[in-house]
């Protein structure tokens, strides 16, 4: 397997220079993961596929679907693309690099936990202060026109909110200084986290059931539910902000709600 990505990876040096793989192949990158793996979404909702384990009764519109999409290809070729490719000197300067030989996998896990915990940290502030009432009419509402989310509409936002969390996603490779195969699969996972958190389906193989710490749909669904003011649960990936800054008290008041209830009607049963 190492020598087959090794090989992949000859071929890729040999025929494109260090921008072109950076900032064009992260971006193509991107596109390709985030919606392959969203588009299904849509697909299920107006299917009305797998509906019992979808977590909100109602469906988006087919209008609020399109919209969705017009925007997000909007947003990414002239905010994503321009930022990507902004961002190639600071990202070379900090001792990016792609050539041979590949980083071991032991250094690429240990990078990417890194960044997870750290984009969590980042991510949780930066969420919260969207929340405060100027910043969330001006700012953070484009993000909640969706309601009922599905997963495209984990990108969905306004461009300066894209620019202000972005920061979250970057700040531990521009720290360690990345190979490109470390950034690329951080990036792979971090989209695809955000898009499963997105996508309005708990399902019984979802992550959630198994990793105590993992926020995943029905954690952030929440989020979407109610009012600013109100909504807490405000972490990217994993719970343990929101838990120890109490801010996911109402969602975990209404997690022993419904178990309570369905205590009850089992035993009525």
Excluded at 30 to 45: A, C, D, M, R, W
Excluded at 132 to 142: A, D, F, G, M, N
Excluded at 211 to 226: E, Q, V
């Amino acid at each position: 397997m190492a020598s087959v990505i090794e090989s992949a990876w000859t071929y890729l040096i040999t025929n494109f220079n260090d921008f072109q793989l950076a900032c064009i192949g992260s971006f193509f990158l991107h596109e390709s993961v985030f919606f392959l793996s969203g588009l299904p979404f849509i697909l299920l909702e107006r299917a009305g596929w797998l509906s019992k384990y979808k977590i909100q009764t109602k469906n988006n519109t087919l209008a609020a679907q399109e919209k969705c999409i017009t925007r997000l290809l909007l947003y990414h070729f002239c905010v994503n693309l321009p930022l990507m490719m902004a961002s190639y000197p600071v990202f070379k300067l900090m001792g990016m690099r792609n050539t041979l030989p590949l980083p071991s996998w032991k250094v690429i896990s240990t990078q990417v936990l890194f960044y997870f915990i750290l984009e969590d940290f980042v991510f949780y502030w930066g969420h919260r202060i969207l929340h405060t009432k100027w910043l969330y009419k001006h700012v953070h509402s484009v993000h909640h026109e969706y309601a009922t989310p599905f997963g495209l509409t984990s990108e969905y936002a306004h461009p300066a909110e894209i620019l202000f969390l972005g920061f979250a996603t970057i700040v531990g490779p521009i720290i360690t200084g990345p190979h490109l195969i470390t950034l690329w699969l951080w990036m792979i996972l971090r989209v695809l986290e955000t898009v499963e958190a997105h996508c309005g389906y708990h399902f019984p193989w979802s992550l959630s059931n198994f990793l105590p710490l993992y926020g995943g749909a029905d954690f952030h669904d929440y989020h979407h539910r109610l009012l600013y003011t109100k909504s807490g649960n405000y972490s990217s990936t994993f719970v343990y902000m929101d838990w120890l800054f109490g801010t996911d008290k109402g969602y975990r008041r209404l997690k022993v709600l419904k178990s309570d209830a369905c205590e009850a009607e089992g035993k009525e049963m």
